[in-house]
């Protein structure tokens, strides 16, 4: 069974950092796609960040410049940097895996693993 559990969330002020942490675990194999999505009040849930296991990304255009996102494939855990937030950004965040080549993973589908979601509020 796959589990996934973000973490590092919290509440900063425009302009602050934050960086959220995603622990996968029940894999027997090395995942191939990691990705961030998020989902404020009232919006549709949509993708942030994702990571293939060579380490290519892709971003959404809101974040590029500001977000990046990284892993440490050993130990199979994925990695949100988020800088310069700006009160849009404020949202929940989830971690997600299940993808098993580049179009699912960079499109957003496929995604069969879900966290529980991490809480990241921006204030002015």
């Known amino acids: 069974q796959v589990q996934l559990q973000e973490s590092g969330g919290g509440s900063v002020q425009s302009g602050g950092s934050l960086r959220l942490r995603c622990a996968a675990s029940?894999?027997?194999?090395?995942?191939?796609?990691m990705g961030w999505f998020r989902q404020a009040p009232g919006k549709e849930r949509e993708g942030v960040a994702v990571?293939?296991?060579?380490?290519?990304?892709n971003y959404t255009d809101s974040v590029k410049g500001r977000f990046s996102i990284s892993q440490d494939i050993s130990s199979y855990v994925a990695y949100l940097q988020m800088n310069s937030l700006k009160p849009d950004d404020t949202a929940v965040y989830y971690c997600?895996?299940?993808?098993?080549?580049?179009?699912?993973?960079?499109?957003?589908?496929?995604?069969?693993?879900w966290g529980q979601g991490t809480q990241v509020t921006v204030s002015h």
């Open positions: 997600a895996t299940g993808p098993r080549e580049w179009y699912e993973c960079r499109t957003g589908q496929g995604y069969r693993f």
């Open positions: 029940g894999y027997t194999f090395r995942p191939y796609c």
């Open positions: 990571i293939d296991m060579n380490g290519r990304t």
